[in-house]
């Protein structure tokens, strides 16, 4: 077999099973994500919390104490009560909204 062939058909491979797995984890991720909203929607409705907007996507930058300084992507959610961030890695970060301003 030529190199340059061999090269192309691992190249491929790589690619190929690289996908797969991608595809995998945003399978898991939104599963997670969906099993999240619908417990949070329960939840919610039950306390008497009213959806003000969300759920979106959004971008975390970080906070200081007491809540999470790592940055990630995720879902927000507000409510009447609070501010939710769920990162994708599965963090949550909730800021009342009385500390928003």
């Known amino acids: 077999m ?18 797969g797995v991608l595809i995998l984890v945003l399978r898991s991720w939104r599963t997670r994500m969906d099993r ?29 104490r007491p809540y999470s300084a790592v940055k990630r ?3 927000m959610i507000l409510t009447d009560r609070r501010l939710v961030f769920r990162k994708l890695s599965g963090g949550i970060v909730e800021v009342p909204v009385h500390m928003i301003g």
Not at 2 to 19: F, R
Not at 41 to 50: D, F, L, T
């Open 2 to 19: 030529d190199a340059g062939v061999l090269v192309l058909v691992i190249v491929l491979g790589v690619g190929l099973t690289q996908m």
């Open 36 to 64: 999240f909203l619908a417990d949070f929607r329960a939840g919610a409705e039950a306390s008497g919390e009213r959806f003000i907007a969300g759920p979106e996507g959004a971008v975390y930058r970080g906070g200081t």
């Open 73 to 75: 992507n995720g879902t």
